[in-house]
């Protein structure tokens, strides 16, 4: 059994290292995650959402966020879904691609 609220903390502490490149700011601060959950077995889901629809390093973001997440101990997978961005249907299918192979490296791993 997996502490949730611990590793819910752990997430975000990990994920207030991404900076945005344009702004300097951490994704945490410029709230970018949405909707963070952490179930019983270590999988993470969330939404990430792009400072602006047009958002240039949108994708490039989202792969940092991915990575960083894939670090924390106890995480065992994860879900991301991209709202607002002009590209969302484009990106959310590249990374879907990313996260199952993200996810079946955590299998693997453990």
């Given at each position: ?5 611990a590793?819910k903390?752990?997430v975000?502490?990990?994920?207030s ?6 702004t300097?700011?951490?994704i ?48 065992t ?8 961005f ?11 691609t ?7 490296g955590k299998e693997?791993?453990?």
């Amino acid at each position: 059994m997996v502490d949730t609220d611990a590793l819910k903390k752990l997430v975000i502490d990990q994920l207030s290292q991404v900076i945005d490149p344009e702004t300097g700011t951490d994704i945490i601060r410029m709230r970018l995650i949405k909707d963070l959950a952490v179930d019983s077995t270590g999988k993470v889901t969330y939404v990430f959402r792009p400072s602006s629809p047009l958002c240039p390093i949108a994708a490039p973001l989202a792969l940092s966020i991915i990575n960083v997440i894939n670090e924390v101990p106890g995480v065992t997978g994860q879900d991301m879904k991209v709202v607002d961005f002009i590209q969302a249907k484009e990106l959310n299918e590249v990374l879907k691609t990313v996260l199952i192979e993200k996810n079946q490296g955590k299998e693997e791993g453990s």
